[in-house]
DNA sequence: TTGCGTGCAAAGGTTTTGCATGGCA
DNA sequence: TGCCATGCAAAACCTTTGCACGCAA
């Protein structure tokens, strides 16, 4: 793993300061772009672009392709939280992403690895589907389309 | 879901007649594109792209999007083998797609559902990682995340 | 000063759209 | 015949690369 090699620039400041904030969900490069556009401050495609893939190589920051609309998108780990055992999910309808910290899943790996001899990567998988308030299970009047 | 609408063209017939025969794994339009060129059979792009998206919405074509650099990756659903049911491992390193029927995945997706209170969509989610061969033959010092 | 960081422009690749023509029903 | 399908070209996007200038150490 490389290290955190550079200089401490205003730009990779702000930009991590934006990941940080936004650990939370995953976001991506436009989204980046549009919030400093709105801000004032202006950080070009490309620094972004290069910045975040110095800090995907660092291990700062996961990268997920999952969607080939929006482009690739980031989120900063938070070492501190040892987010890098836990599976996502992902809700294809309001596309709110959960955090699954649970031993069965764990055990999952474990089971795929040793009965089907296959490595799973968690940091590369996400789960798809519907979450509690989208699929009916809690009372959520969201009514959006998005039907499959 | 809509209906398999529209005229049966050589084109069409043509490109599901490739994807049954490729069923067993996820193939993308340039693959295709390139196959119908080598056959001497010429598929235009655009035909490509627009039936896959008509397949896709009639349900007769799944769409994967994980690989920002290939772009997306296309697989036919067989309906007889009930394929929908099962998630699927895909290996990062060869490209290999697995068909995992396995009962504890299939516990996975009810734990998940009332543990959690999600509704894991198998379709849509495909476990990312290393298969036995790529992951056993060769002599990696078990390095957690460093890829290549 | 040295060398990396930045950002504009351009390139490379994938996917979509416009439009005229051709083919299915 | 009426539409839909096709395919070429061009556009729209996302991402990467080249190059000159700026800035951190």
Redesign the pocket.
Known sequence: MKKD????????EK?LDYLVKNKDKHT???EISAYFASEGT?????????????LVEAGTVRKY?FD?????CYQFIDKEKDCHEHFHLKCLVCGKLIHLDCDHLLNLNHHIAEHHGFIVDPCQTVFYGKCAECSGLKPHSHSDDSEE
């Not at 090699?5 to 990779?12: D, F, L, M, V």
């Not at 202006?42 to 110095?54: A, M, S």
């Open positions: 090699s550079g200089y401490n620039t205003k730009q990779k930009l991506n490069v436009q202006h950080l070009g495609i490309t620094t972004i672009y290069r910045q975040l893939d110095k392709s080939g609309k929006t482009g690739a």
